[in-house]
């Protein structure tokens, strides 16, 4: 099967969205079922030395957005309209397009069995139609993101109203769609009233233990726990970190010390005049020292939306996550996606109250090694095949 894959953010993009369509191609180069033909951006830094990856316009360096740490007033939607419209954004005037579209045109008479374009941006919604007009081929439009409907975006009527139209117009010819999470896909199915089916973002590599579980028990008299993202108004640590506060101001011989790794600072989160949990910020790190934090601590912190319009979200640093092999700390909204995936692979706690916290410490942990390899990227990809030869 020949595919034409279109997504801005490939390797070597620094951006999250970058490592699905990387490992699934990577993936691809041991398989004989699929072979993809990549259009990206040209983004800066060491490049595959593949002939089937075009790095198509003018070179540029990823730049990390900046985290949103206020509630959007009437005024920021005015001016970032993107807050509240999401069908549409500047990357239509962008160099890449006509880029794009030419190496289309150049190439017209190239033989592909399917085209998959990756949201967002929303310029990739547009040159998946084109490109399934121009070589007559079904048309996959991969949602890592919900565009219109996606849970946290501002829905002020008339705008909503207009986003809804132009995204149901612009994906009038996707044949399938896949998304990321059991929600997404359930919102995705009643809006598209098309086939929607989930391919997970997945651990890189399976975990390589020959037990189907493997016990985790913590020192409860000290324990570290290690937090590595964005920090926002839907990454919020306040709730998890006072919990843990009153959990330590009852039970005061036991030391817990949280340690964040972001380019944002928790204590412009915090309010409590007594801190009994220990606080320690080490800003933005690189990689290796993401790792290094990892392995030396006791159990991970995973923040997402405590409101309902975060339960889609079933981030990619969940699955970095399961990677490690450490208990996860959860504080999202119960119904997430999180939540049940935590539950199913028996991989963490989602954390309400000093109740919880106290499970936490005290229950051992049997992580479910069996269960944590199908959301494996080789094990998605497996899946992914068969999907795309149904479509």
């Known amino acids: 099967m020949k595919i034409l894959l279109i997504t801005y953010y490939f390797s070597p993009c620094g951006a999250i969205g970058a490592k699905r369509w990387n490992g699934f191609f990577n ?3 041991d398989t004989k079922d699929i072979e993809f033909t990549v259009l990206t951006a040209n983004w800066k830094g060491k490049k595959a030395s593949e002939s089937n990856i075009n790095y198509l316009g003018e070179e540029i360096e990823y730049q990390a957005p900046k985290s949103i740490n206020k509630e959007y007033s009437f005024w920021d939607t005015i001016k970032h309209p993107s807050i509240m419209i999401r069908s549409i954004d ?8 006509s880029e794009v579209i030419n190496w289309i045109n150049l190439n017209k008479d190239l033989k592909f069995d399917l085209v998959i374009s990756s949201f967002g941006p929303s310029l990739c919604i547009y040159l998946g139609d084109y490109a399934k007009k121009i070589y007559k081929v079904p048309y996959v439009l991969d949602l890592r993101d919900l565009v219109s409907i996606q849970g946290q975006k501002k829905k002020l009527p008339f705008f909503h109203y207009i986003d809804k139209k132009i995204d149901r117009f612009l994906t009038r010819n996707v044949d399938l769609f896949l998304t990321v999470s059991p929600t ?6 009643n809006f598209y009233n098309k086939k929607v089916d989930v391919i997970y973002n997945g651990l890189e590599a399976p975990l390589k233990y020959l037990e189907k579980e493997i016990g985790i028990e913590l020192d409860k008299k000290s324990i570290n726990i290690f937090y590595s993202g964005t920090l ?4 919020n640590p306040y709730k998890i970190i006072k919990i843990i506060n009153e959990y330590l101001y009852q039970n005061q011989n036991i030391k817990v010390n949280i340690i964040f790794a972001s380019q944002d600072n928790p204590y412009e989160f915090l309010i409590e005049k007594e801190l009994f949990v220990d606080i320690e910020w080490v800003g933005y790190i690189s990689k290796e020292k993401v790792i290094e934090y ?14 309902e319009e975060g339960n889609e979200n079933l981030t990619g640093k969940l699955f970095e996550y399961l990677s490690s092999t450490k208990p996860i700390v959860v504080s999202c909204n119960k119904k997430s996606d999180i939540v049940r995936l935590i539950n199913e692979t028996n991989s963490g706690f989602l954390i309400e109250n000093i109740n919880d916290f106290e499970v936490f410490l005290n229950d ?3 992580l ?5 390899n199908e959301y494996s990227r080789e094990f998605q990809f497996k899946k992914l095949i068969k999907v795309l030869k149904n479509v």
């Open 232 to 235: 926002g108004t839907t990454r």
């Open 368 to 372: 479910n090694i069996e269960k944590i």
């Open 90 to 97: 500047r990357s239509i005037f962008s160099q890449w397009r």
């Open 184 to 189: 997404c896909k359930d919102k995705a199915m």
């Open 294 to 307: 990892t392995n030396k601590c006791d159990a991970l912190l995973l923040l997402e939306d405590l409101s």
């Open 27 to 29: 993936l691809s180069k």
């Open 364 to 366: 051992k942990k049997f």
